[in-house]
């Protein structure tokens, strides 16, 4: 079978992103989450753990010997070369992931959710953009409900990510995710028809 048509899934914090990618599940779709590839590549013993550890110093560790993710978001949101660092070691090793997945994907397109796609570069990565668009309001809303986070906080993660206006300029395909969870799966179910058209 041929390489399947490669949909990058992205947007803010708090878009749907997560819901979607369930959508897709659903319909038998193959998909794969950038942020769960490198959530698994930092645990103990897995291939970015001791890298990270050394970048950051043992007090990154919790009393348990894992990471304490929080607080390194903290640390990195605030030194954009510490940041960077951290991505030199996790984004080479989630792009293998994401290639093995593909080159196993047994279907004719797939669904890759890079919430950074665009911030990363990882264009290249996909086919087809496909955007999930939501208001500031709800977006604010949903994330600060999900995260249990102040609303500023949120606001200052939204003010970080790349503006909504060039993300939608950057979209081959745009979801509207400013209502309910019927007209989301709607949605989906469209874009599902016309993915499968468009597969080679």
Same mark, same amino acid.
Request: aromatic share 6%; with cysteine.
């Given at each position: 079978?041929?390489?399947?048509?490669?949909?990058?899934?992205?947007?803010?914090?708090?878009?749907?992103?997560?819901?979607?990618?369930?959508?897709?599940?659903?319909?038998?779709?193959?998909?794969?989450?950038?942020?769960?590839?490198?959530?698994?590549?930092?645990?103990?013993?897995?291939?970015?753990?001791?890298?990270?550890?050394?970048?950051?110093?043992?007090?990154?560790?919790?009393?348990?010997? !894992?990471? %304490?993710?929080?607080?390194? +978001?903290? =640390? #990195?949101?605030?030194?954009?070369?510490?940041?960077?660092? *951290?991505? /030199?070691?996790?984004?080479?090793?989630?792009?293998?992931?994401?290639?093995?997945?593909?080159?196993?994907?047994?279907?004719?397109?797939?669904?890759?959710?890079?919430?950074?796609?665009?911030?990363? !570069?990882? %264009?290249?990565?996909?086919? +087809?953009? =496909? #955007?999930?668009d939501t208001p500031e309001k709800l977006q604010v *809303?949903? /994330?600060?409900?999900?995260?249990?986070?102040?609303?500023?906080?949120?606001?200052?993660?939204?003010?970080?990510?790349?503006?909504?206006?060039?993300?939608?300029?950057?979209?081959?395909?745009?979801?509207?995710?400013?209502?309910?969870?019927?007209?989301?799966?709607?949605?989906?179910?469209?874009?599902?028809?016309?993915?499968?058209?468009?597969?080679?």
């Amino acid at each position: 079978m041929k390489r399947p048509l490669r949909v990058g899934l992205t947007g803010g914090i708090g878009s749907g992103k997560s819901t979607v990618k369930k959508y897709f599940d659903e319909l038998g779709v193959p998909t794969i989450d950038a942020d769960e590839v490198s959530h698994q590549i930092a645990k103990p013993g897995q291939a970015a753990f001791k890298d990270i550890v050394e970048l950051f110093g043992a007090e990154i560790l919790d009393s348990s010997g !894992n990471l %304490r993710r929080q607080h390194i +978001r903290t =640390l #990195v949101f605030n030194a954009p070369s510490l940041k960077k660092k *951290l991505e /030199a070691i996790i984004h080479p090793l989630v792009r293998k992931e994401i290639r093995a997945f593909i080159n196993k994907a047994n279907y004719l397109y797939c669904i890759i959710c890079i919430p950074l796609l665009l911030e990363t !570069n990882a %264009r290249a990565e996909v086919d +087809r953009i =496909l #955007v999930i668009d939501t208001p500031e309001k709800l977006q604010v *809303l949903r /994330a600060s409900r999900r995260d249990k986070t102040d609303k500023k906080h949120i606001k200052s993660i939204i003010n970080a990510q790349i503006d909504p206006g060039e993300r939608l300029r950057a979209a081959d395909d745009v979801i509207v995710n400013d209502s309910d969870f019927e007209n989301l799966k709607f949605q989906v179910g469209r874009l599902h028809d016309k993915y499968i058209e468009l597969a080679p």
